[in-house]
C-alpha cells in the first residue's frame, strides 16, 4: 500500500512526543511557560500573565491587520508595528526564563542565544525549558537509547559536564 502506515507515528525516530509539543506550544506557549516558571519558583503567575497578554496582543493585532487588508475603513493601518512590540515583548519574557533556568541548573549558553532562540523557535524552547523541568520529575522526552543512536549529539551540557538527553 501507499502513503503513510499505521506505524508511522510510533516510530522511534520521529520522537511524537516532541512534534506534540512543538504543536501544543504552538497554540497554549503561554501555559507551558507558566508551568516551567511553576515547577522552579513559587510566584509564577505574574510572568505567566504578562507573556499571555503579549502573545494573545500579538495574535490579534496580527489578526487585526490581516482584516485591516480587507476593509480599508478600519483605520489600523500599520497596526501589525505594535503586533512584534508585544510578540518581542514576549519574546523577553521568554528570554529571561530561559536564561533563569539555565543558570539555575549551569547549562552553557548566554543571553542572546536564548533571545534568538525564543525569537525564531519559540516552541522548541518551550520543549527545551519543559525537559530539563522533566528531568527532576516528569518522564524524559527521548529514551535512554537515543543518546547510543549513531549521529546522536546532545546539545545541552551543564558545567560538570553531565549531559541531559
Known amino acids: 500500500s501507499s502513503g503513510i502506515n499505521a506505524e508511522w507515528p510510533l516510530r522511534p525516530g520521529l520522537r511524537p512526543r516532541l512534534w506534540l509539543g512543538f504543536i501544543k506550544n504552538l497554540f497554549i506557549a503561554p501555559m507551558t511557560l507558566y508551568d516551567v516558571l511553576k515547577a522552579h519558583k513559587k510566584s509564577a503567575l505574574g510572568p505567566a500573565i504578562m507573556a499571555a497578554v503579549c502573545w494573545v496582543a500579538w495574535i490579534a493585532l496580527i489578526i487585526a491587520e490581516i482584516v485591516y487588508q480587507f476593509d480599508k475603513s478600519l483605520k489600523l493601518e500599520g497596526i501589525y508595528a505594535l503586533a512584534w512590540v508585544f510578540y518581542l515583548g514576549f519574546v523577553t519574557l521568554l528570554t529571561v526564563a530561559r536564561a533563569n533556568i539555565r543558570s539555575h541548573y549551569g547549562i552553557n549558553g548566554n543571553p542572546i542565544e536564548d533571545f534568538f532562540a ?46 541531559y538527553a
Open 118 to 163: 525564543a525569537m525564531f523557535v519559540y516552541p522548541c524552547v518551550l520543549i527545551q525549558l519543559e525537559t530539563v523541568s522533566d528531568k527532576n520529575g516528569l518522564a524524559p522526552l527521548m529514551p535512554d537509547s537515543a543518546s547510543k543512536e549513531p549521529g546522536y549529539s546532545d546539545v545541552m551540557h551543564n558545567k560538570n559536564h553531565e549531559t
